[in-house]
């Protein structure tokens, strides 16, 4: 049989995770090839909203499933946009990763005790407009790069703290930078932070029934939950919009909080909503729905019409 083909972007990151994925369909005897696929957000510097944002990460990607020059694409969920693409599915999630954003500075303990008018460098407008709701002096700048890149420019003193997806962090051993994890409460992840998503072909049943061993049931319910919010929200991966979907082990209930902020940081909705996980995709609607009650949806135009 010939080898199952997984495509990834070049980062240090993304191979770490496609190299995870390799290993386990090796581990159960599946031979296994890594093809590397540059796509938009890794060539393109300027900041990402001003690309266009939505796919950067995933299109080339998902069209070389498509074109069959690969089998399974390898993808950070948040990254991947929730619109389907005809002829391709969400085939498996594996166990999700730590999903909640951490503070790398030397200058505080937590986000409340930065010095006044502290520099955050963070690209995410999620990022930005929920630290600018809990604090207005702030001065946000943008940051890219990957993680390296990002923690030697805080070293280098362009930034007073940075914020990161703890997830990528551990992965990459890089976890006696985190100074603190920011609490639920102060901050709502991205919809799909600290999971894969396995994207194959809609019809490969054979590369499919390969990689049902991967999924994990809670991990893809939590994240249908979220990314079933961000489409009825129509919210787009650049719009301050947090999610933060899981499973109670004990009541086995999926619990979905959600949040929508102006890009400025002055208005904040959020909601919240908790049911059988087979419904996760209810669950975020109903939570999208009383966002926009609050007035969510104008929020995330606000937010598109003035890039802030
Ligand atoms: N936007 C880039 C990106 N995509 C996925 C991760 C981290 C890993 C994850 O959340 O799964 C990161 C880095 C970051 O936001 O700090």
Same mark, same amino acid.
């Given at each position: 049989m010939p080898a199952i083909r997984i495509g990834t972007r070049g980062s240090?990151?993304?191979?770490?995770?496609?190299?995870?994925?390799?290993?386990?369909l090796r581990a159960v005897g599946t031979d296994v090839e890594i093809i590397h696929i540059a796509t938009q957000g890794d060539v393109t510097q300027g900041p990402l909203d001003l690309i266009g944002g939505r796919g950067v990460f995933t299109t080339e990607i998902q069209a070389a499933l498509l074109d069959?020059?690969?089998?399974?694409?390898?993808?950070?969920?948040?990254?991947?946009?929730?619109?389907?693409?005809?002829?391709?599915?969400?085939?498996?999630?594996?166990?999700?990763?730590?999903d909640g954003d951490v503070l790398i500075t030397?200058?505080?303990?937590?986000?409340?005790?930065?010095?006044?008018?502290?520099?955050?460098?963070?690209?995410?407008?999620?990022?930005? /407009?929920? #630290?600018? @709701?809990?604090r207005?002096?702030?001065?946000?700048?943008?940051? +890219?790069?990957? %993680?390296?890149?990002r923690l030697r420019k805080l070293d280098d003193g362009l930034y007073d703290a940075i914020i990161l997806a703890e997830a990528g962090l551990r992965r990459l051993e890089l976890i006696e930078r985190i100074r603190h994890v920011i609490p639920k409460?102060?901050?709502?992840?991205?919809?799909?932070q600290g999971a894969l998503g396995l994207e194959i072909r809609e019809r490969d049943s054979a590369t499919a029934a390969m990689l /049902?061993? #991967?999924? @994990?049931?809670?991990?893809?319910?939590?994240?249908?939950?979220? +990314?079933?919010? %961000?489409r009825n929200l129509r919210g787009g991966c650049l719009a301050p919009v947090g999610?933060?979907?899981?499973?109670?082990?004990?009541?086995?209930?999926?619990f979905l909080d959600g949040v929508v902020v102006s890009g400025d940081g002055h208005h904040k909705v959020t909601a919240s909503a908790c049911g059988p996980p087979n419904r996760a995709e209810d669950i975020g609607r109903q939570v999208?729905?009383?966002?926009?009650?609050?007035?969510?949806?104008?929020?995330?135009a606000f937010a598109r019409a003035t890039g802030s």
């Open positions: 240090q990151l993304a191979q770490w995770q496609a190299n995870w994925v390799a290993d386990q069959n020059r690969i089998d399974v694409a390898v993808h950070s969920l948040k990254d991947l946009p929730t619109e389907a693409v005809v002829g391709l599915r969400l085939a498996a999630v594996p166990a999700r990763g730590a030397s200058k505080a303990s937590d986000v409340l005790g930065l010095p006044q008018e502290s520099i955050i460098g963070t690209g995410s407008m999620r990022r930005k /407009a929920q #630290l600018l @709701h809990l207005r002096d702030f001065q946000i700048r943008d940051i +890219r790069g990957n %993680l390296d890149t409460a102060q901050m709502l992840p991205a919809v799909g /049902a061993p #991967l999924n @994990h049931e809670d991990s893809h319910y939590s994240v249908l939950a979220e +990314r079933s919010m %961000l999610a933060w979907g899981r499973i109670d082990p004990i009541k086995q209930l999926l999208a729905d009383q966002l926009a009650i609050q007035g969510a949806e104008r929020l995330i």
